[in-house]
């Protein structure tokens, strides 16, 4: 059984939420379902459907938020890709074992109702991955 289900969302870097929450409504033909801060990380996110998938615009709502330094650094563009896992504590120790660092040491809360881990992008080939676990209602 594998143990990253499948690509929960992509997360999309954005300088601007409003106009990119227009384009992505012209584009996917639907408007956000869900808007949402994440104020421990400085971060205003759009959530947009696409059949089965789900993108993630996030933008800046502070100069040191992790956005923030991603849009200096990088300019827009896809940010993280995020996978679903069933038990994320779990996940975090298998991937560790597997020399995979991670960003956060605990679970923290994301947006859309999720626990959420970074693992460092040094270790992925570049690539920012969250690993998501559905917070039961
Ligand atoms: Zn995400």
Redesign the pocket.
Known sequence: MENLKKIE?L?IAVEDLKRSEILFQKLTGSAPYKREAVESEGVITSFFRSGPNKI?LLAATSEDSPIAKFLKKKGEGIH?V?FAVDDIEQEMIRLQAEGFRVLNEAPKK?ADNKLICFLHPKDTNGVLI?LCQDIPE
């Open positions: 969302h997360g993630e993280h995020a994301g969250e």
